[in-house]
């Protein structure tokens, strides 16, 4: 089964496009999730001390990709199909 997220209202994609830290912490909670998984490091067999985790580098890296993204790539004019602008 899949898992259904909410998904981030419209306005606060736009706060974070213009630069208010609450409104991208927001979004970098929602994909919170997801960065974890595509951070995470397995244990390497044979060498002591290596148990999987989160790699922290990797973790600020995609964050930080995403900041930009939403900053400076992201089209506000251009909605999703079938999304409505809602104030």
């Given at each position: 089964?899949?898992?259904?997220?909410k998904r981030i209202p419209y306005g606060v994609i736009l706060f974070a496009k213009?630069?208010?830290p609450e409104a991208m912490e927001m979004v970098l909670y929602h994909?919170?999730?997801?960065?974890?998984?595509?951070s995470y490091h397995?244990?390497?067999?044979?060498?002591?001390n290596t148990g999987g985790g989160i790699n922290v580098d990797i973790k600020a890296h995609i964050q930080e990709k995403l900041m930009h993204q939403i900053m400076f790539d992201y089209d506000p004019t251009r909605l999703p199909k079938g999304e409505k602008l809602e104030f």
């Open positions: 089964m899949k898992h259904k997220q213009i630069g208010d994909f919170d999730h997801y960065i974890n998984a595509h397995p244990t390497i067999e044979g060498v002591p």
